[in-house]
C-alpha cells in the first residue's frame, strides 16, 4: 500500500513540552488545515521538546511547481509554526536538549511514491514564508539547499552542541550572538524570543534513543564519539550524550539510513561501548512512528474521515 501513496511528512520539533496550554494551541492551529494529519506527537519533559509529524496527500498538491499556498501540508506546518512563536519565548526556555530556536527544526520526508524534489520545494516554500511573513531567522540544509548542506554542519557553526548552562543544560539563547553562517531566509539580526530554525528535506531518518543508567556524562561523551559514524563508528548514524533526568543519560542517535544501521545494531553497539565503562544500559526506543506505521496511521485516519 505505501508504493501506491504519494504522501509528505512533515516533522516540526518546537521547545517546549511543559506548557500545556502552548501544545493545545498548536494544534489546534493544524486542525485548521484538514487534509494535512497530526499522525504521532512525541513529548519530552526532560528535554522540554516536542515532537509533531504531520502528512498530507502531495498527489494533487501544486508545491511541487513553486506554488507556496497550494499545499494543505505547508498550510498546516506554518500554522502550528506561528501559533508557536507567539506562545512560547526562547529566554524563558531551558532544557537538556540542544535547541536554536522556538521551533528548532522543520523536516520533510517524502513517503511513498513521492519524490525528494516534492519535499524540497515544500521546505523551500516554508522556509521562505518564515522569512518574509514571520520575521524568523532560517537555514535551509539537505535536498532544500542548492549544495545540499547537512543539517549537523549548520548546527556545529551555529555552536549547538554546546550547552551553556550548569547541569549540561541549554538556557535561553544558547549559541553566539555573531553568527558563522549567513540565513537563507529571515533577517541576519535574530530575535532572541524566536531563535533561529532550520528547514530541510531528506530521505526518511529513524531516531533513536538509548538509555543509560549513570549522570557520567564524560563516560556518555565517549560512547556517542565511538558510535557515530563521522568518527569511524557506525555508518550513517550521528549521536550525542545528553542527561535525561536526575538518574539517567541517554544517547541520542540519529539513523540517516536506517535500512542499513537500525536500531538494533545501535542498541548492541552502546551496550557493548557501555559495558566497557562499567555502566548499565536499557532498551532503547524509537521518537516516532516507522514510515509503514505513519502511512497506514494516515490512510486510516482519512478512510474514518
Given at each position: ?119 524540497a ?91 543509560i ?22 555508518p ?7 542527561l ?5 543519560l ?19 553497539e552502546?551496550e ?34
Amino acid at each position: 500500500m505505501m508504493k501506491q501513496c504519494i504522501l509528505a511528512c512533515c516533522k516540526i520539533y518546537i521547545s517546549e513540552s511543559r506548557n500545556a496550554r502552548a501544545l493545545e494551541a498548536i494544534e489546534r492551529a493544524a486542525t485548521l488545515h484538514p487534509e494535512a494529519a497530526i499522525v504521532n506527537k512525541f513529548e519530552d519533559s526532560a528535554y522540554n521538546r516536542v515532537g509533531y509529524t504531520l502528512v498530507s496527500d502531495v498527489a494533487r498538491d501544486k508545491a511541487s511547481a513553486g506554488s507556496a499556498a497550494s499545499s494543505p501540508l505547508q498550510q498546516a506546518a506554518y500554522a502550528m509554526v506561528e501559533t508557536a512563536l507567539k506562545a512560547i519565548n526562547l529566554e524563558s526556555h531551558s532544557g537538556t536538549h540542544p535547541r536554536l530556536g522556538v521551533v528548532d527544526h522543520v523536516c520533510f520526508h517524502p513517503l511513498g511514491q513521492a519524490s525528494i524534489d516534492v519535499a524540497a520545494q515544500l521546505a523551500k516554500n516554508l522556509a521562505a514564508n518564515f522569512g518574509g511573513n514571520l520575521q524568523l531567522t532560517t537555514f535551509l540544509y539537505g535536498a532544500a539547499h542548492q549544495e545540499g548542506r547537512p543539517l549537523d554542519h549548520i548546527r556545529r557553526q551555529l555552536g549547538y552542541f554546546k550547552p551553556n548552562s550548569v547541569d549540561n543544560q541549554w538556557v535561553g539563547w544558547a549559541a553566539s550572538d555573531s553568527m558563522a553562517l549567513k540565513p537563507d531566509e529571515g533577517p541576519i539580526h535574530l530575535d532572541r524570543a524566536k531563535g533561529i530554525t532550520l528547514v530541510g528535506a531528506t530521505t526518511w531518518v529513524d531516531n533513536y534513543n538509548v538509555p543509560i543508567l549513570s549522570t557520567d556524562i564524560a563516560a556518555a561523551r565517549r560512547i556517542a564519539r565511538q558510535v557515530s559514524g563521522r568518527n569511524g563508528g557506525l555508518p550513517g548514524v550521528q549521536a550525542m550524550a545528553l542527561l535525561h533526568g536526575k538518574e539517567r543519560l541517554e544517547i541520542a542517535c540519529n539513523l540517516l539510513d536506517p535500512s542499513r544501521i537500525g536500531g538494533e545494531r545501535v542498541q548492541r553497539e552502546v551496550e557493548r561501548l557501555a559495558k566497557e565503562e562499567g555502566m548499565s544500559v536499557e532498551m532503547g526506543y524509537f521518537t516516532d512512528l516507522s514510515q509503514e506505521q505513519i502511512v497506514q496511521k494516515f490512510l486510516k485516519l482519512k478512510s474514518v474521515e
